[in-house]
């Protein structure tokens, strides 16, 4: 069997994951990140975009508000080309607590967290499409933040000093000495194969899997509750602040300008199983009524797909604690030490947090095997930039399509909705090394637009062909599984003119490539589902 060794193996190829091996490959260790998909596939690539400023926390947890307004202004340093400078607005209406917007504003003062509250006229000159009912509105230094960008900029930023980072390869059991662990078996999830990593040192990074990861290790009851949150995403930009209702945290208070649509979000309930988070007609119906309370006529944009993540919440059950709410769990986050916990050493778990924390995640954790280890090796992820963040400037939403127009005539154009030109779908194509199309859409956002892959994706899918070298059947696989990707987010909300657009993309596919009776690859096209699924009235 095949081996690597590594003084660090990382699980988990989120945020965390990602942060964890940037930081500590930047500290001088040879890193292993391994992940079961491809990287930010899990929780970090099913949020709604927003970097906190700390505003929804300030009144009900101020050691997450304190934790957001710090990371919040790092990480703009640090990653900038990954962040759009939006500016939030938090604002109230007449049926909420009268005495919220007080304590809102007390709790930004106590936090540290920039505030300002305006009149409700400049609000409303600020974003007009907001509800003109709104009591009272307040300024906070909210963002919208690229999580591919970001988690590959980060694993890119590894990779250059030294790590390895290795997709598509699932843990399936940890090993285990003396009381400690000492590395990991993985198996490659596209070849079968079989791969041993010896690691002086583990850390799970694997969010809402973890506790199913130091199982491994003989580790009962670290306490992560999955907590599920679905969001939707509309056809365009209807604010360009990130607007929030200004009241404790609920279902659909809050809408995030991110690229080119918007998202509007979230519920938050206590899900079973973290692979298991199905989109419920009841939950699309909530956030469009709650949509439509922060903007009225939302419920008449169209909106484009839906998606569902889990928040990897920490409650030790170790301490006793009992069955709670999610909304009332704590937001922040906690290094497992597992040589203290359970007695075994080698190995540390991640457990809470949010993304706008990722940074202070890593430092934390990593901090946490240096003390293990008994070496000094300071943090240096506050000052050193990773790749492609090095011109200091922030994302602009027509930075796009700026380039494309200094350009225009210059290459073929794949992707009309998000402006992906056909020489940089080959370079991705070739550097990826993937045959995933789905792989490709994280990494460029292609098929991400108003068709959603609709007319992009099949020419994808023959320049795929061309590049990787793939068999005709392959290339069929291949486009089969990203239209049923694509599917899953798109039935729960077909509705208007989303309806209309899955009804020609069907034609596309059917009349041009009769995807139902492509070589080698069965039944199951979307074209099927589309008379199988229930469609929303």
Request: proline letters at 4%.
């Amino acid at each position: 069997m095949a081996r690597l060794r590594a003084e660090v193996l990382v699980i988990g190829g989120g945020a965390t994951g990602a942060g964890v091996a940037w930081d500590a490959a930047l500290r001088g260790f040879d890193v292993v990140l391994v992940d079961r998909a491809d990287l930010a596939i899990g929780t970090s690539g099913r949020f709604h975009g927003l970097l906190h400023s700390g505003g929804r926390y300030v009144v009900k947890d101020v050691v997450a508000a304190r934790e957001c307004v710090a990371e919040n202004a790092i990480l703009r340093r640090v990653i900038p080309q990954c962040i759009e400078d939006t500016g939030g607005l938090f604002v109230t209406f007449e049926d909420n607590d009268p005495g919220y917007g007080d304590r809102f504003l007390a709790g930004c003062h106590t936090a540290g967290l920039p505030v300002e509250e305006i009149p409700v006229a400049e609000a409303l000159r600020m974003e007009p499409v907001v509800n003109p009912a709104i009591q009272r509105a307040f300024i906070v230094p909210d963002a919208a933040i690229d999580v591919w960008k970001t988690v590959w900029s980060l694993a890119d930023g590894a990779v250059a000093h030294g790590a390895r980072v290795l997709t598509y390869h699932k843990v399936i059991g940890l090993h285990t000495e003396h009381d400690a662990v000492t590395g990991a078996r993985l198996r490659n999830e596209l070849t079968g194969e079989e791969l041993d990593i010896d690691a002086g040192f583990t850390i799970n990074a694997s969010g809402a899997w973890a506790a199913q990861i130091v199982r491994m290790a003989g580790i009962e009851g670290i306490g992560v509750i999955p907590g599920k949150g679905i969001m939707i995403g509309m056809n365009h930009r209807l604010v360009n602040t990130v607007l929030n209702r200004c009241a404790m945290p609920a279902d659909g208070d809050i809408l995030v300008p991110i690229r080119t649509i918007s998202a509007i979000g979230t519920t938050d309930i206590r899900a079973a199983d973290a692979d298991e988070i199905p989109v419920t007609q009841a939950e699309v119906d909530q956030m469009l009524a709650e949509g439509e309370r922060l903007v009225p006529g939302l419920r008449r944009a169209r909106a484009l797909r839906v998606w569902s993540g889990v928040r990897p919440l920490f409650q030790d059950e170790k301490a006793g604690g009992a069955e709670v709410d999610t909304r009332d769990v704590s937001r922040t986050h906690a290094v497992v030490d597992h040589r203290k916990r359970d007695g075994i050493a080698a190995l540390l778990t991640m457990s809470g947090g949010k993304l706008t924390t990722l940074r202070l995640m890593a430092q934390d954790i990593v901090d946490a095997m240096c003390e293990q280890l008994g070496t000094d090796r300071p943090c240096r992820t506050a000052e050193v930039r990773p790749p492609r963040n090095e011109d200091g400037r922030y994302y602009q939403v027509g930075s796009r399509l700026a380039k494309r127009e200094a350009r225009l005539l210059d290459e073929q154009l794949i992707c009309e909705c998000e402006l992906v030109g056909r020489e940089r779908l080959e370079e991705t194509m070739r550097a990826r090394g993937t045959i995933n199309l789905d792989d490709i859409r994280r990494q460029l956002r292609l098929g991400m637009g108003p068709c959603q892959g609709g007319f992009c994706i099949y020419r994808a899918t023959g320049i795929l062909h061309g590049v990787g070298r793939l068999s005709g059947a392959q290339a069929s696989t291949s486009l089969l599984a990203f239209l049923q990707e694509r599917w899953k987010g798109v039935w729960p909300i077909l509705y208007g003119d989303q309806l209309r657009q899955a009804r020609l993309d069907d034609w596309i596919f059917q009349g041009l490539l009769d995807v139902e009776h492509l070589p080698e690859t069965g039944t199951g096209a979307p074209a099927a589902l589309l008379e199988e699924e229930p469609i929303p009235a």
